[in-house]
């Protein structure tokens, strides 16, 4: 047995934890803390050795389940950029359960809670290491499913709501991949997508793979909640828990939408010549993302809809450089996609922590707070400057990248879209600064105490993080983000290496 | 029956009485040739628990959850779930995960098939059981909604 079989490790674990925690937590007291927080760890832990491993092997990593070879059973593939999604996830993963502790203490419930936390990691995974298309589908509804669950877990009135529209997204969403899927599969006989790159390059595919393209850039693009199909993300993510909208929108939008589109678009359909229609859709649906999300997260007065709109946002960032084809587009896309998951998961924390202090995330009601929350001003300090893009934090540095690769690749339009949506950013992080930290502390808060310690740490962590992000892009970090540009660019490379045998 | 007033008439009952074993014999029926004929865990499992929303529409709530309680049926589908992880884990036996460790046997006889036996009653298990609770918790919230 190779050392591949971690992969499968990868969601086992968090599938396992899951029904444990299900069927014992409720009799134990404790179980789920101790339960989620091992396997979380165990997780990050196995993610990094993963890592690990691929630089070992210098190549990409098979596993064949069921002892199955490529084209026929089902494989998980280790390559860069799995590699780099599959950390992103597990770190963040790791630290929203450290929160989640405490946090989640005011609901009922809490082993409800870490059951479907773990049914959505164990999704995540899965969608990042799987190497058939079906499969990826399986893995993006039990990860879609368990956040619908998540989003309703208060259940006033506005949360089962604001579930029922992601709901019926998803759902639609998901039919469109569905039917993509089907199509693909009746056209090349294969659900390996590695085998289904090869079959597209050889046989005449210029009708059907633009309508699989649409419904595919529909359906992600809802997961991913791009501009036009970004409606429902502005009530699904406020509504949650603020962990639970930590994981939502740094890592759920980013693994089923994005790193789903990067694979299909770039690893799957890298035949023919129509390419850069899809760059240009990408391009110009990522500029009108930045933009219109921006537009719309800087008039609300509740933080974590304010928030919420910033994924629009910065989604539309990732996607822009992403879509420029270009190496240094794609760094930068991919770069701020980590980052993006570390600040935004960092912010949407602290929004929780004032939520759990001072009982309101209420722009017009707080203020003043950074004299009693100091740890939480603190980490949204880092937070704000690190969305903002000021210089020496991680968020500087990706959207420099992303806007000097338009410039590079002659889209200036778009480069002058991320200058002002960059200037927008700031100005509304300015206005939360304001409302919640700075000012007046009022008398009904001058009693708010500091969150609990485990809450604080994560917090913390995810700030230095942000700091320490922006030293990724030098040459002895800069592997980890070289290697999975170098998935995105290398197109065919995928699939020779999965059907070759992992070399 | 435990109480005459609550479900249907007597004759629905009576007729009731008689095929609700048969239904639930024919949904375990296609759970254990799933890997012979169309059918398997899923479609097997939903006509099991069909047998119990039948119970459950003709008797009354009670009856029915006097067989099955919520919290019985909630672990038992956790227990299906993991059944099911464990089969698969159990291919480590023969070096990958999902691997069929188990003797093939003959084909087309009923225990012929290694692990996918196994595999068809774990789903079988969380499907019929979770179908179930599904059923139970809607009748449980419009009932609360009529208080």
């Known amino acids: ?503 | 029956m435990v109480n005459n007033k609550a479900g249907m008439t007597l004759i629905v009952k009576t007729i009731t009485r008689l095929t609700v074993g048969l239904i639930m014999l024919f949904g375990i029926y296609i759970v254990f040739h799933g890997h012979l004929s169309p059918g398997g865990g899923f479609a097997g499992g939903v006509i099991v628990a069909l047998s119990f929303v039948h119970l459950m529409l003709v008797f009354g709530k009670d009856f029915a959850m006097a067989k099955i309680s919520r919290n019985l049926a909630s672990n038992l589908e956790s227990v299906g779930a993991l059944m099911f992880l464990f089969v698969a884990l159990l291919g480590f036996l023969g070096g990958s995960f999902f691997h069929n460790v188990i003797a093939k046997g003959k084909p087309f006889d009923l225990f012929s098939s290694g692990t996918i036996i196994l595999s068809n009653i774990s789903i079988g298990l969380k499907v019929g059981v979770g179908l179930f609770a599904i059923f139970l918790a809607l009748v449980v919230l419009e009932m609360a909604k009529k208080e």
């Open chain 1, 1 to 503: 047995m190779g050392k591949e079989f971690i992969l499968s490790l990868m969601v086992i674990i968090p599938l396992g934890t899951a029904f444990v925690i299900s069927l014992f937590g409720k009799y134990l007291r404790n179980f789920c803390d101790k339960a989620i927080m091992v396997s979380s760890f165990l997780l990050l832990a196995l993610s990094l050795y993963c890592r690990f491993l691929l630089t070992n092997t210098a190549g990409t990593l098979v596993y064949k389940v069921g002892g199955w070879n490529p084209p026929f059973g089902i494989c998980m593939v280790l390559d860069g950029l799995s590699c780099f999604m599959l950390v992103t996830v597990n770190i963040v993963a790791f630290l929203i359960a450290l929160y989640s502790l405490k946090y989640m203490e005011q609901y009922t419930d809490k082993p409800k809670f870490f059951t479907l936390f773990s049914l959505m990691v164990c999704g995540m995974n899965g969608v990042i290491l799987t190497g058939d298309i079906f499969n990826l589908f399986v893995f993006v509804e039990i990860a879609s499913i368990a956040s619908y669950a998540l989003v309703a877990f208060g259940t006033e009135a506005e949360e089962l709501e604001a579930s029922f529209k992601y709901a019926i997204m998803g759902s639609i969403a998901s039919i469109f991949i569905f039917i993509g899927i089907a199509l693909l599969y009746g056209f090349t006989s294969t659900l390996n997508m590695a085998d289904m790159a090869k079959i597209l390059t050889v046989k005449d595919s210029f009708r059907l793979v633009p309508f699989v393209a649409v419904l595919f850039l529909m359906g992600f693009g809802i997961k991913a909640a791009l501009v036009p199909f970004h409606a429902w993300l502005a009530d699904a993510h406020p509504s949650a828990p603020a962990s639970i909208s930590a994981m939502l929108s740094g890592l759920l939008i980013k693994t089923l939408g994005v790193y789903s589109l990067v694979r299909i678009f770039f690893n799957v359909f890298n035949a023919g010549q129509v390419h850069t229609v899809y760059l240009k859709v990408f391009m110009f649906l990522g500029a009108l993302s930045i933009i219109v999300g921006v537009i719309l997260a800087i008039s609300q007065w509740d933080l974590k809809r304010l928030l919420a709109y910033h994924s629009v946002s910065q989604v539309g960032y990732i996607i822009l450089g992403i879509g420029l084809g270009t190496p240094l587009g794609i760094l930068g896309g991919l770069y701020h996609l980590f980052n993006h998951s570390i600040f935004k998961s960092l912010l949407f924390l602290n929004s929780g922590a004032v939520d759990y202090s001072a009982g309101t995330r209420d722009l017009k009601e707080t203020g003043g707070l950074a004299k009693v929350m100091p740890v939480t001003y603190g980490t949204s300090l880092f937070a704000s400057m690190s969305i903002a893009g000021v210089p020496p934090f991680n968020g500087f540095f990706s959207k420099f990248l992303i806007i000097l690769a338009c410039a590079q690749a002659g889209h200036i339009g778009y480069g002058i879209c991320a200058v002002i949506g960059s200037i927008l950013t700031l100005s509304s992080f300015m206005k939360v600064q304001k409302f919640v930290f700075l000012g007046e502390l009022k008398e009904k808060f001058k009693k708010v105490k500091e969150v609990p310690f485990s809450m604080q740490i994560s917090m913390i962590i995810l700030a230095v993080v942000c700091l320490l992000g922006g030293l990724m892009f030098v040459s002895p970090l800069k592997f980890f983000l070289q290697d999975a540009v170098n998935v995105v660019t290398g197109g065919m490379s995928y699939s020779n290496a999965v059907l070759g045998g992992g070399k």
